[in-house]
């Protein structure tokens, strides 16, 4: 595997409370493990720029905030980690795990927000260098499972109702339906057992 996840490009996205950051963890430990370097980051952040956008974003102070605007935002950053963060570390040869990226501003701002995936889409074209990752890995997840795992104060996007978390799944779903690159893994259940499906969908995809 060690030849085969070089330089290879791999987000862990879906719902809030579905286990991404600890997934991405375990997946970069494992990935290490088989004897490549791997780097972890996150989306928005990473970078001063990605931080203080992601301060913004998430901010409850801001509930004012439209859903164009999210969208604008989100791109901003993402463009900014790709810059400094993504593209070097691809260019050596390293695994990136991400943890969210372009699959979330589809599934949050462009179904659920009624922005448009298409129009998304489109931003995306013109932003960023780079689409799509070599694998995204959707973790699927029921809101009341979700919610469970949500034990702290929640942030501005976390606290937009079930309804709209609801229609945030909906659109993970569907943008992976039929999609290259997309897999859908359930993360209902226990971390390590979720752990292995991701591994094992790792090892399908680039074995």
């Known amino acids: 595997m060690n030849e085969r996840l070089a330089g290879k490009f791999i987000v862990l996205d879906g719902p809030d409370g579905c286990g991404k950051s600890t997934q991405a963890r375990r997946?970069?430990?494992?990935?290490?493990?088989?004897?490549?370097?791997?780097?972890?980051?996150?989306?928005?952040?990473?970078?001063v720029i990605g931080d203080k956008i992601r301060q913004i974003l998430l901010s409850v102070e801001?509930?004012?905030?439209?859903?164009r605007t999210e969208v604008m935002l989100y791109m901003a950053a993402r463009a900014q980690l790709w810059h400094e963060r993504l593209a070097p570390a691809l260019a050596a040869g390293r695994c990136v795990v991400l943890d969210r990226w372009l699959s979330s501003t589809c599934a949050y701002q462009g179904h659920a927000g009624g922005f448009g995936v298409e129009k998304v889409l489109r931003i995306a074209a013109d932003c960023l260098e780079r689409v799509w990752?070599?694998?995204t890995i959707v973790l699927d997840v029921d809101l009341e499972t979700a919610a469970g795992r949500l034990n702290r104060e929640l942030d501005r996007m976390e606290r937009k109702g079930g309804g709209y978390h609801q229609k945030v799944r909906e659109g993970?779903?569907?943008?992976?339906?039929?999609?290259?690159?997309f897999v859908v893994v359930d993360a209902t259940a226990h971390a390590d057992t979720v752990h292995g499906r991701v591994v094992e969908a790792v090892r399908r995809a680039f074995g």
């Open 172 to 181: 993970f779903l569907q943008l992976a339906a039929g999609r290259d690159g």
């Open 62 to 67: 801001h509930e004012a905030m439209a859903t």
């Open 133 to 135: 990752p070599d694998l």
């Open 27 to 47: 997946l970069m430990e494992w990935i290490g493990g088989q004897g490549v370097e791997a780097v972890r980051f996150r989306d928005p952040g990473d970078t």
